[in-house]
């Protein structure tokens, strides 16, 4: 265990080019998904936050099922219809970043939806009294609430991103590991264990759960300014 | 300024229910009754913060109004930008602004983040904010309720100076009659959504025409 340890380092001290690749390309993948995410989230979270229609109930409940959907099942609604027999062939995602930057967005924007949703329903119903109450208008009070969540927003964006970055198994079955191109940190582990070779999925998990980490400590940070700031 | 035919329904209970109340222009209000009796929900429809059942809107007749709800929201700014959001940012109004927070004891708090303040201190700038919006007609509700006996003796005396030297409306729900008594020129007391009883403050105390407000002025006495 020891040594594994010190290889690992050693490995990523040595700038591999297949880590380093590998590293890229998960980058990639986390900031383009959790961006997806987010910007379809936060409006359709704000959505069912401010409005009112029969069904919302439902589609909330809905939402939140979709939170807690297994990403294998993701990877294999993506893959059928990614694939050969599927609806969106033509596109060729299958084994594209492409294609696992869609299935992750399947599996975050729920959950981004629903934290903005419970934000807003929060704070809305007082700062929307309050601002009509002072005859400030539609934009003003946007404005405002945009203003009231930024924190939130950020922090929401960052638990995207961690899901994203720790996620395996949509983007094994829908990306297919293959080295070099669509290869990511939590497949790579996968790869390197079940091929022997410790030392070098030990180095990835250790770059993995620095990352996890620090961005772990940035939602803290921020979770605890969202509390402070109540 | 008069409201007719005001219904609000809500899950299929009727909240409020009212045939028809005025309001004469420079007066203070006052609105009495039970929780529950329909009290806020009145100030909302009027504030047009909740809509009645065929979507009328009440006629100010060109008069500007400004809310105070029950709960007011602090934005994480400085206290002194909450107070200033309904107003100009000229020098003119954050000076009121300074005096009014002065006199209600929270101008050390000018600086400090608003969503820091305690419940009073919320009402306080709640009520500053609403003020300095400088609407013909205020419609507060229970602007008082969380601030203690000194403030809120405060608190009366600057929204009796702004219906004398602005000559603004103002309509305030309050759960303490002797406040009632103190500043209101009219009373309006509520029960189940209905107005059952309303006139000058002086008469409805003494002399109340129906059994309910009897019952509700002796059930509560006039000293609290
Ligand atoms: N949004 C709402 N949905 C359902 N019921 C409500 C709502 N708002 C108020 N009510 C009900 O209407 C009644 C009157 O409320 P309110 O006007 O706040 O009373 P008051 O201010 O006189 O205490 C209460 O029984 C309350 O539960
Ligand atoms: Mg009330």
Redesign the pocket.
């Known amino acids: 265990m020891h040594n594994i340890f010190v290889k690992a380092i050693e490995l990523i001290a040595s700038h591999d080019p297949e880590l380093i690749s590998i590293v890229q390309i998960t980058l990639k993948m986390c900031f383009s998904s959790s961006l997806a995410a987010l910007l379809l989230g936060v409006p359709f979270g704000a959505f069912l936050a401010l409005s009112r229609f029969p069904g919302r109930r439902a589609i909330i409940v809905l939402n939140r099922t979709l939170m807690s959907m297994p990403p294998v099942v993701c990877g294999l609604i993506c893959y059928i219809l990614f694939s050969g027999v599927g609806s969106l062939r033509a596109l060729e995602l299958l084994y594209t970043v492409t294609g696992m930057v869609i299935a992750q967005v399947i599996l975050i924007t729920p959950i981004v939806a629903a934290n903005t949703e419970t934000f807003l329903s929060g704070i809305v119903p007082d700062l929307r009294e309050t601002t009509k109450g002072l005859g400030l208008g539609f934009s003003k009070t946007l404005g405002l609430t945009i203003l009231e969540s930024k924190y939130q927003i950020v922090s929401t964006y960052l638990v995207g991103f961690a899901r994203s970055i720790a996620e395996v198994g949509a983007v094994s079955m829908v990306g297919g590991a293959i080295v070099y191109k669509t290869n990511v940190m939590t497949t790579a582990i996968m790869n390197y264990t079940s091929r022997g070779n410790f030392s070098k999925a030990m180095a990835i998990g250790i770059i993995l759960m620095t990352m996890s980490l620090i961005v772990n400590i940035i939602v803290h940070l921020l979770s605890e300014r969202v509390v402070d700031d109540r | 300024m008069k409201i007719n035919n005001l219904k609000k329904t ?2 299929k209970k009727v ?1 409020l229910d009212i045939d028809e109340l005025e309001f004469e222009e420079g007066k203070i209000y006052a609105i009495v ?1 039970a ?8 100030i909302r429809v009027m504030a047009g913060t909740v809509v009645t059942d065929d979507r009328r809107k009440v006629d100010f007749c060109g008069k500007t109004h400004a809310y105070m709800p029950q709960r007011n929201h602090a934005f994480k700014m400085s206290t002194e930008k909450n107070v200033l959001l309904g107003s100009k940012k000229d020098d003119a109004a954050k000076e009121r602004a300074a005096s009014l927070m002065k006199e209600l004891k929270i101008d050390g708090l000018a600086k400090a983040g608003a969503h820091k303040l305690s419940g009073g201190e919320t009402a306080k700038m709640a009520l500053c904010r609403t003020v300095l919006s400088d609407a013909q007609i205020l419609l507060l509700d229970e602007p008082t309720a969380a601030m203690d006996i000194e403030s809120t003796l405060a608190a009366e005396e600057i929204i009796r100076r702004v219906n004398r030297e602005s000559g603004a409306t103002i309509i305030m ?1 309050t759960h303490s009659l002797s406040q009632a008594r103190r500043l209101s020129d009219m009373l309006v007391f ?1 029960k189940d959504g209905k107005v059952v009883e309303s006139g000058e403050t002086e008469k409805v105390l003494s002399t109340p025409e129906k059994t309910e407000t009897k019952e509700f002025l002796e059930f509560f006495g006039s000293d609290k």
């Open positions: 809500y899950d909240i009754g929780n529950g009796s329909g009290k806020s929900t009145l729900i509520m």
